[in-house]
């Protein structure tokens, strides 16, 4: 069972799934507990799609860095040469999937 702790209003602020200080226990399937976790999810959602754009504009600075010869691919640690070049390689993968020609930034 889920337990709760709530703010002076009432609504819930933490979850729990063992009990402790402040917390009350609640049904898990309480509309007001499923609420809670539903607006969670769409937050954790917007990071990450907010966290994804950056990842990309990060990548094309990374380019940009090397293209002006500012940096050497190789001097970046290997795990962050090993990442950069799966993502190269899934994108130029997308790309070649894109028969449409639509923009592949939201995939």
């Not at 990450?48 to 640690?77: A, G, K, Y």
């Not at 990442?83 to 939201?106: F, P, V, Y």
């Amino acid at each position: 069972m889920p337990y709760v702790k709530r703010d002076e209003q009432g609504r819930i602020t933490t979850v729990n799934l063992e009990p402790g200080d402040g917390l009350v226990e609640l049904a898990p399937n309480a509309p007001e507990l499923l609420a809670f976790m539903h607006m969670l999810g769409q937050e954790q959602s917007t990071l990450q799609q907010s966290d994804m754009r950056l990842v990309r504009v990060l990548e094309d600075l990374i380019d940009l860095l090397i293209d002006r010869d500012v940096i050497r691919f190789t001097d970046l640690p290997l795990p962050a040469q090993e990442k950069l070049m799966e993502r190269r390689s899934i994108r130029q993968s997308l790309g070649a999937l894109d028969l449409l020609g639509g923009d592949n930034e939201t995939i």
